[in-house]
């Protein structure tokens, strides 16, 4: 049985970043998934003094676009972070193993090889009620984790570039 999608709140105090821009892209499959973790972040972000205007929100087919998407972003040189979305459901066939290694390796290149920081905010589970536990339902919202993420991440390259 499906529980109920709820935010959750920060788990703390953020650091403060100011001037930033962040790209949040989602994957349509499994977009009542999806939806909800982007939607946690959006609200984290919010809560961390995000305006509108400094948040642009993405959708791509599925979680195997999410790496091409995320690497355009950051060529674009407008945000200062990126976080993904997917939700990748177990299934009889290894299809799952292709695509969860695909976007984990294509989001991992993108961290080691780039200036901007990646969010990895994918699902990776074995049925639909763990993806719905982490989307908002008992186990909390791992998008509002991602946005926390992205946050501190801007943090850390903020200092980094004060050395």
Not at 106 to 112: A, F, P, Q, S
Not at 126 to 139: I, K, M, S, V
Request: hydrophobic share 45%; aromatic share 6%.
């Amino acid at each position: 049985m499906a529980t109920a999608l709820q935010q959750s709140a920060p788990s703390g105090a953020l650091p403060k970043v100011e001037n930033k821009r962040v790209a949040i892209v989602t994957a349509e499959w499994n977009r009542h998934i999806t939806a909800a973790l982007r939607d946690g972040a959006v609200a984290t972000l919010h809560g961390a003094g995000f305006a509108d205007d400094d948040i642009e929100l993405f959708d791509v087919p599925g979680a195997v676009e999410l790496s091409f998407a995320a690497s355009n972003l950051i060529e674009a040189s407008m945000f200062d972070a990126v976080i993904v979305f997917g939700c990748v459901i177990r299934g009889d066939t290894p299809h799952f193993d292709y695509v969860c290694q695909s976007v984990t390796q294509g989001i991992t290149d993108l961290n080691t090889d780039r200036d901007t920081p990646v969010i990895f905010g994918v699902l990776t589970v074995e049925n639909e009620q763990q993806a719905l536990d982490r989307a908002g339902g008992r186990l909390g919202n791992k998008g509002c984790e991602a946005a926390e993420a992205a946050v501190k991440m801007m943090a850390f390259v903020d200092h980094l570039n004060s050395l």
